[in-house]
């Protein structure tokens, strides 16, 4: 007996790790049928397997090629009668042929189709008239145990009545099924599965009467139940309302097959099924899991009609961002153990397991803080995850490479955070969400997927609004102070201006024409007064002018003449400079006279001008500031050009204020209604979750503002409302702020209403205007006694629960990083609550679970386990892959569940 020797496919693990999608068409009849009836012998193939020129080859490629071209994935081979003649059996023929053989673009047909299921439908004789089942082996089983199988199913006796119809077996379903697990233990290395086809029609699983099917599907044999050609589950369940209970109970999945007798009608129908690997472990897994690996291809669409649905999974590279491996190169990182270490991730679900110490927390710190991607807003929490992923994770030395589909040049030129968004929470983070009003609105535009962009794009829209009011604001402050400014200089110039008019008109030109040139006499007097020093010196050196005594005849002849000696000469010098000092005093004296009387005629007058200036109401004092007066004045036109400019600029800003205030209350109704349109949605999808909103129920910026004051009062007047925020406060204080009579729903004393209408007059009143309050958006749980409780009064473990069923839920594809998300959450509340929205909702976005808890690995239906084990100084990937492959099996029941002994225990102790 020569075994089947299955050859390797590794591009299909290279494309997505882990558990991914496949076409998968489980019911396919061969040429082996030519005896009933039915088949058609292909065009290619053009005669009958029972001519001698019949080539199984070729039928056998054709075969898998019109699977190809209907981009059908996975195969169940089950005709009636698996030998076209006793010595020839096509289906072993088609598995040998994708297995070893090569398609004509020289790729190996196993690179093209994942998996072969060999199988048979026999009849077996549970009813009246038959009952039909799906035996589907993996290939291992090998061509010889195949046929001993099947032959055993049939009890000896040929499938075919002469007259084509099929015979039924004189076997009975149980003794088929304990006879293939014996033969399975005993020649053990391969598996196989049962499925019910056509389960609703002749000769169909549910002829039978319904409580010997349960009684039946009690014991676990049967994994599938396949639906009509033409029949969604809606209809189906829709007359058999005790179906849908019973097969979530024994966890029956349905699944829709082609039952194609001609390779043309391959593919005609098909499922959706998620694979780790080509075995009937895998299969089995998918069908125990079927609200998470098995989507339903056909069904009712919108319109009516019965057709292929819409939206289903891609079973090609996802587009929702995902990252695919994370390789770290470095000798001091914790994971350096051969030096570097690879991190395969599914773009779906994945759990990190492994013992304590083993570094699950070192690696997904690691990786938020590599990615740069937003730390946690609790410090301490912060400063733990930078410790572990600065230093524990990346080491001194080395580098950090990961991979992000798709993998162009475009993506790599990006960084990482814009590629891979992932949202993390670190241990005890995920408690935090409830008090964060950023991360809380996150989660509640992601729970209604018409909504979301719309919220996304308003929220956006108001924080640029707010930013654009900010700057504005701040704008205008200096530019109300540079008027201010410029309206006090030019209302002083434009004083000037009148006050110089009134002057005029009482015949000030005078008054100004006398100051002037008694000004003028006195800095004449000053000059002349400040000569005397120097008159004075003079003197005195020409006082101490002494003649030298000259003997030499030719010297004194020289020094006398007929016009007299030098003597003669020095006299007459000092006579000269007596004579200046005598003309300086009579220029004085002159001088003093003329100011004496200038002075006089400048005090009558100004007499007389104040005695007018008062009768027309101005000040005597005003006659002494002519000058500065004259000089403010002439700098009118230019203060008042200044100032009219920057009025103008103040009024065009205040107008662009107001428009930009109007759109932002027009954008925050528009929130509002989109906000109130997920709250219908959550309160249609949740019983006891709800959101509700309070009006600008955020008010932290708003009482930063109103106590930087620092007036008793108001301080006093604010804490008292905090406990109790009062709608719409912002809009309050503005139309308060406008007209102090609108101080209703304040609740303001007297005396503290008057000081804050004061205090809220001018620049502050802008400043008011800009502030932006959110509405305070709860998320709430009702309690058994009927109580609505906010997130914020549950306990860690209701407010945990909550948010991570919230999270997994929403329709955001952003990926989901959580390191122990099991933190305070019983099991039951798990089983309840998170595990159905993690197992209907993980497609839709990466989510990387590091976890000690076998009830997320195992009934939220990993598609990839990353198996952690670490010594006092390393850690490492073990292992990796699905439930459905040995190692990580036996990993999550010994780190997991203690080990099989343990799990034993429990079983016997819970009396199962």
């Given at each position: 007996m020569s075994p089947f020797i299955r050859q390797l496919a590794p591009s299909w693990g290279g494309l997505i790790p882990g558990v991914r999608w496949y076409r998968s068409d489980l019911h396919l009849h061969t040429l082996d049928d030519h005896l009933g009836g039915r088949t058609k012998v292909p065009s290619e193939v053009g005669i009958s397997p029972i001519d001698a020129r019949f080539d199984p080859k070729i039928y056998a490629r054709v075969f898998l090629q019109k699977s190809i071209k209907k981009g059908i994935h996975v195969l169940g081979l089950t005709p009636h009668n698996p030998f076209a003649t006793p010595q020839l059996s096509l289906v072993w023929e088609i598995v040998e042929e994708w297995n070893s053989g090569i398609d004509d673009d020289e790729i190996p047909f196993r690179e093209k189709i994942f998996a072969v299921f060999p199988g048979f439908e026999p009849n077996l004789s549970d009813g009246a008239a038959g009952v039909h089942f799906l035996f589907l082996f993996d290939p291992e089983i090998g061509r010889e145990r195949y046929t001993r199988a099947y032959n055993a199913s049939m009890g000896g006796i040929a499938p075919y009545h002469?007259?084509?119809?099929?015979?039924?077996?004189?076997?009975?379903?149980?003794?088929?099924?304990?006879?293939?697990?014996?033969?399975?233990?005993?020649?053990?290395?391969?598996?196989?599965?049962?499925?019910?086809?056509?389960?609703?029609s002749n000769h169909g699983f549910f002829q039978e009467?319904?409580?010997?099917?349960?009684?039946?599907s009690a014991k676990h044999c049967l994994h599938g139940i396949e639906l009509g050609d033409d029949k969604s589950l809606e209809t189906t369940l829709s007359t058999r309302q005790w179906l849908l209970p019973a097969a979530q109970k024994l966890r029956h999945g349905f699944f829709h097959g082609s039952d194609a007798y001609s390779v043309e009608d391959i593919g005609n129908r098909w499922s959706l099924i998620k694979l780790a690997e080509p075995t009937v472990a895998a299969l089995k897994q998918a069908f125990l899991a079927n609200d998470s690996r098995i989507r339903l291809a056909f069904g009712d669409r919108e319109d009516g009609s019965y057709g292929l649905l819409p939206s289903l999974p891609d079973p090609g590279v996802p587009t929702h961002p995902w990252m695919r491996w994370v390789e770290i190169k470095s000798s001091t990182s914790f994971f350096?153990?051969?030096?570097?270490?690879?991190?395969?991730?599914?773009?779906?679900?994945?759990c990190i397991i492994g013992g304590s110490m083993t570094g699950k927390s070192t690696f997904l710190d690691g990786l938020r803080?590599?990615?740069?991607?937003?730390?946690?807003?609790?410090?301490?929490?912060?400063?733990?995850?930078?410790?572990?992923?600065?230093?524990?994770?990346?080491?001194?030395?080395?580098?950090?490479?990961?991979?992000?589909?798709?993998?162009?040049?475009?993506?790599?030129?990006?960084?990482?955070?814009?590629?891979?968004?992932?949202?993390?929470?670190?241990?005890?983070?995920?408690?935090?969400?409830?008090?964060?009003?950023?991360?809380?609105?996150?989660?509640?535009?992601?729970?209604?997927?018409?909504?979301?962009?719309?919220?996304?794009?308003?929220?956006?829209?108001?924080?640029?609004?707010?930013?654009?009011?900010?700057?504005?604001?701040?704008?205008?402050?200096?530019?109300?102070?540079?008027?201010?400014?410029e309206e006090s200089a030019f209302n002083i110039s434009n004083n000037a201006k009148l006050a110089l008019v009134r002057f005029e008109d009482l015949g000030i030109a005078d008054l100004h024409n006398i100051q002037r040139d008694t000004s003028r006499l006195r800095n004449l007097q000053s000059f002349i007064v400040g000569m005397e020093s120097n008159i004075y010196g003079l003197s005195e050196s020409v006082r101490n002018l002494v003649m030298p005594e000259i003997s030499e005849p030719t010297l004194v002849k020289l020094l006398t003449d007929d016009n007299g000696s030098l003597i003669e000469d020095f006299n007459k010098f000092g006579a000269s400079v007596h004579d200046i000092q005598e003309t300086k005093k009579l220029i004085h004296d002159r001088i003093q006279r003329a100011v004496?009387?200038?002075?006089?005629?400048?005090?009558?007058?100004?007499?007389?001008?104040?005695?007018?200036?008062?009768?027309?109401?101005?000040?005597?004092?005003?006659?002494?500031?002519?000058?500065?007066?004259?000089?403010s004045a002439r700098d009118y036109e230019n203060l008042k050009s200044s100032y009219e400019r920057t009025?103008?600029?103040?009024?065009?800003?205040?107008?662009?204020?107001?428009?930009t205030e109007n759109s932002r209350l027009e954008l925050r109704e528009k929130y509002r209604e989109s906000l109130t349109e997920v709250g219908k949605t959550v309160q249609s999808r949740y019983r006891d979750i709800r959101i509700r909103f309070i009006p600008q129920g955020n008010q932290d910026e708003?009482?930063?503002?109103?106590?930087?004051?620092?007036?008793?009062?108001?301080?006093?007047?604010?804490?008292?409302?905090?406990?109790?925020?009062?709608?719409?406060?912002?809009?309050?204080?503005?139309?308060?702020?406008?007209?102090?009579?609108?101080?209703?729903?304040?609740?303001?004393?007297?005396?503290?209403?008057?000081?804050l209408w004061e205090k809220l007059q001018g620049e502050f009143l802008w400043r008011l205007r800009s502030i932006w309050c959110p509405d305070l958006v709860l998320i709430e749980k009702e309690l058994e006694n009927g109580e609505w409780r906010g997130l914020e009064k549950l306990s860690g473990g209701e407010r945990t629960s909550v948010l991570l069923t919230l999270l997994l839920d929403s329709d955001d594809n952003r990926p989901l990083v959580i390191d122990q998300p099991e933190d305070d959450l019983n099991n039951r509340f798990l089983w309840d609550k998170v595990l159905p929205a993690l197992r209907m909702r993980k497609d839709r976005r990466q989510i990387i679970f590091a976890t000690h808890n076998a009830n997320i690995v195992v009934n939220g239906d990993a598609d990839q386990v990353l198996y952690f084990e670490a010594n006092a100084e390393q850690g490492w990937v073990s292992s990796k892959g699905a439930i459905e492959q040995p190692k990580i099996r036996n990993a999550i029941l010994e780190i997991l569940d203690g080990g099989q002994e343990a799990f034993h225990l429990r079983k016997l102790k819970y009396g199962f």
């Open positions: 002469e007259g084509n119809s099929l015979k039924m077996s004189p076997k009975k379903f149980d003794e088929t099924y304990d006879g293939l697990q014996n033969l399975k233990q005993a020649e053990g290395g391969w598996d196989f599965i049962v499925l019910a086809p056509h389960a609703f009467q319904k409580s010997q099917v349960l009684q039946q350096s153990k051969t030096g570097g270490e690879t991190f395969h991730f599914s773009p779906y679900f994945n803080s590599n990615c740069q991607l937003p730390m946690p807003s609790d410090r301490r929490l912060s400063s733990e995850v930078l410790e572990r992923g600065q230093h524990r994770f990346a080491g001194m030395e080395g580098s950090i490479s990961v991979s992000v589909p798709p993998d162009t040049y475009e993506s790599a030129s990006r960084p990482t955070k814009e590629n891979w968004p992932a949202w993390f929470f670190t241990q005890g983070e995920l408690k935090t969400l409830a008090g964060d009003d950023f991360g809380r609105a996150e989660v509640i535009h992601g729970l209604d997927p018409d909504q979301k962009p719309k919220l996304d794009t308003l929220l956006s829209e108001i924080r640029g609004k707010n930013h654009q009011l900010k700057e504005l604001s701040e704008k205008r402050t200096g530019i109300f102070s540079r008027l201010t400014e004496d009387v200038g002075e006089t005629h400048e005090r009558e007058l100004k007499h007389q001008l104040a005695v007018m200036l008062v009768q027309q109401g101005g000040r005597p004092e005003d006659l002494d500031q002519f000058d500065a007066l004259s000089r009025k103008k600029e103040l009024e065009e800003l205040d107008n662009i204020l107001t428009q708003l009482g930063e503002f109103l106590t930087s004051f620092a007036q008793v009062g108001i301080t006093r007047w604010w804490n008292e409302r905090r406990t109790k925020p009062i709608e719409n406060m912002h809009d309050l204080l503005c139309k308060f702020a406008r007209n102090s009579s609108n101080y209703s729903g304040l609740e303001l004393g007297d005396t503290t209403k008057s000081t």
